[in-house]
C-alpha cells in the first residue's frame, strides 16, 4: 500500500517546509520538498494544498476507563475519539479497576488494547507503597515508565511512606510521572470548607482546596527526592505559575532530568469558568487562576514545559453532579487537544514547531519511543493532516462514550482532515475505518 499526501506545509523537529511524504506500508518512505511530487503509481494520492503535516499526536496522559469502569468509556471507544482528533498514540493511566499494579493487570490491559485499539497504545504500571521489586523487575522495551501517585488516590496507588519514595526515586531509571498534590492538605481544607458550606461545598470552591499550596508542597517533595535519588521526574498536569519554578532550565536542546506536562484544561480555562462551566471543568489538579494560566501558557511558548497532554478522564454525566465533593474530577479532551493547541497558536501563545515539540517530538524523546514521534523516513507512518476550517462542537461530533465535553457549543478554526496510524487511513474526513488496530509501542530505554 503506497500513500502520496502532496503539496503540504509540514512541521516537524523545528521545520517547516513544503513538499510530499510518501508512505510505503507502515513506514513513512520519503520527504520530499521539490516542486512536483514525485512520479509514480500509489494506490492512494492525497492533495493535502492548503493543508498541514504534523507527526501523529502522541498523549502521553489518558485514562481510558478499561477494564473496570468502562460504563464511562473504553479502550475502543476512547481510541476512536482520539484517531479523530489526529492522536496516533496514547499512554494510559493505572488507576483502572483493578489497578495497573501486579503482572496480570498490565498483562490483561494488553491483551485487550490489542484486540480493541484503534491508534497505538502502552501503559503505566502504578507504583504502591510495596510493590517496587516487580517494577524493577519489568521489561524496559515495554513501558513508558512508572506513575506515582503522590497525592489524593483510590485504593492502595497513594504512596505516602517516606522510606517507599525514597526507594522509587533512588532505584527507579525509567521516567517517573509523579501526579502531586499534598493530600494532609487537601483533606484539611476540604473539612474546613465542609463546615462552613456543608457536605458538599460548591465547585467554585474546588480550586482553594486542591489549592496551589497543596501543589507545590507536593511537586517541590517529588523534585527534592529526585535530586536526591537521581532519578527521571516528570511532573504531571502543573497547574500553578510556583511549580513551573522547579524545572530544570532546557540547555542546548537537550531534555533535562526534571521535566513538566502542561494539560488542555490549565491551558484553556481559569477559575472564572467555573461560574458558567462548573463542575464540566473539574478536574484534579484544579483549574486555577488567569495568572496561573498564563504562566503555563508562557511555558509552553518558551520550551520550559516539555510535553502538553489531556489527562483525558471521562465519566458519566451523572457522576458530574454536585460540588467539590460528590461531583467527579476528569474531563474528555483527546479528541479535542489538537484544535486547542491550533488555537493557541493563533492567539501567538506558541509557533506551530513549538507545538509539534510538545505534542510529538517531545513525548518520543522523554519515553525514548522507538520509530514514532517524527517524519523521518523509516519511522511509522503516523500523521495527521489539519485544514483552517470553521467547525463548532456538537454532542454528535463527540465521540467518548461519555457523550458530553466542556467545548461543546465552542467553535475552532482548524479542523482534522486525516488521520493515518501505521500508515492506514483511519481517519477520513469523517468516515472512520473501524476496522484499523493500533500496535503496541516499544522503547530504547
Request: charged share 25%; net charge negative.
Amino acid at each position: 500500500m503506497k500513500t502520496l499526501i502532496k503539496h503540504a506545509t509540514i512541521v516537524d523537529d523545528g521545520r517547516t517546509l513544503t513538499g510530499h511524504v510518501l508512505l510505503d506500508g507502515d513506514r513513512i518512505a520519503s520527504i520530499d520538498e521539490h516542486i512536483q511530487p514525485p512520479c509514480g503509481d500509489y494506490d492512494e494520492c492525497i492533495d493535502a494544498t492548503g493543508c498541514v503535516v504534523l507527526p501523529g499526536v502522541i498523549d502521553t496522559h489518558v485514562h481510558f476507563r478499561e477494564p473496570g469502569l468502562t460504563a464511562k468509556a473504553d479502550i475502543e471507544s476512547e481510541s476512536r475519539a482520539a484517531a479523530y482528533g489526529g492522536v496516533t498514540t496514547y499512554f494510559d493511566m493505572p488507576n483502572t479497576v483493578p489497578q495497573t499494579v501486579t503482572e496480570e493487570a498490565l498483562e490483561d490491559k494488553w491483551r485487550r488494547a490489542a484486540e480493541k485499539s484503534h491508534v497505538n497504545y502502552s501503559f503505566f504500571p502504578g507504583a504502591t507503597n510495596d510493590n517496587l521489586d516487580w517494577l524493577l523487575r519489568l521489561d524496559p522495551h515495554l513501558i513508558p515508565g512508572v506513575k506515582l501517585f503522590m497525592g489524593s488516590s483510590t485504593g492502595n496507588m497513594l504512596v505516602d511512606r517516606k522510606e517507599a519514595l525514597q526507594a522509587i526515586f533512588g532505584r527507579v531509571r525509567l521516567p517517573i510521572v509523579a501526579h502531586c498534590e499534598d493530600t494532609a492538605m487537601i483533606n484539611h481544607a476540604m473539612a474546613e470548607a465542609c463546615v462552613r458550606y456543608g457536605d458538599d461545598p460548591p465547585v467554585t470552591l474546588h480550586p482553594a482546596i486542591r489549592s496551589a499550596e497543596a501543589c507545590y508542597a507536593s511537586s517541590s517533595l517529588a523534585v527534592s527526592l529526585a535530586r536526591e535519588g537521581g532519578a527521571r521526574l516528570h511532573l504531571a498536569h502543573l497547574s500553578t505559575a510556583r511549580e513551573l519554578t522547579l524545572l530544570d532550565p532546557v540547555a542546548d536542546g537537550s531534555l533535562p532530568a526534571i521535566t513538566g506536562e502542561a494539560v488542555i484544561a490549565h491551558l484553556m480555562f481559569t477559575d472564572a469558568d467555573y461560574a458558567t462551566l462548573g463542575t464540566r471543568i473539574k478536574c484534579n489538579p484544579a483549574v486555577k487562576t488567569a495568572t496561573d494560566r498564563a504562566a503555563l501558557r508562557q511555558a509552553i511558548g518558551e520550551g520550559r514545559l516539555t510535553t502538553v497532554a489531556t489527562d483525558h478522564a471521562p465519566h458519566q454525566w451523572s457522576e458530574k453532579n454536585g460540588g467539590c465533593r460528590k461531583a467527579a474530577s476528569g474531563m474528555p479532551m483527546v479528541q479535542f487537544s489538537l484544535p486547542c493547541m491550533l488555537e493557541l497558536v493563533d492567539e501567538g501563545v506558541l509557533t506551530l514547531p513549538r507545538l509539534v515539540q510538545l505534542m510529538c517530538n517531545n513525548p518520543a524523546r522523554l519515553f525514548d519511543i522507538e520509530g514514532r514521534g517524527f517524519l523521518r523516513p523509516g519511522y511509522k507512518a503516523d500523521l495527521v493532516v489539519v485544514r483552517r476550517e470553521s467547525w463548532i462542537v456538537t454532542e454528535p461530533c463527540i465521540q467518548s462514550r461519555c457523550g458530553w465535553s466542556p467545548l461543546l457549543g465552542h467553535r475552532f478554526d482548524w479542523q482534522v482532515e486525516h488521520t493515518f496510524c501505521n500508515g492506514r487511513h483511519l481517519f477520513d474526513r469523517g468516515h472512520f475505518d473501524d476496522r484499523c488496530r493500533g500496535e503496541q509501542v516499544t522503547f530504547h530505554h
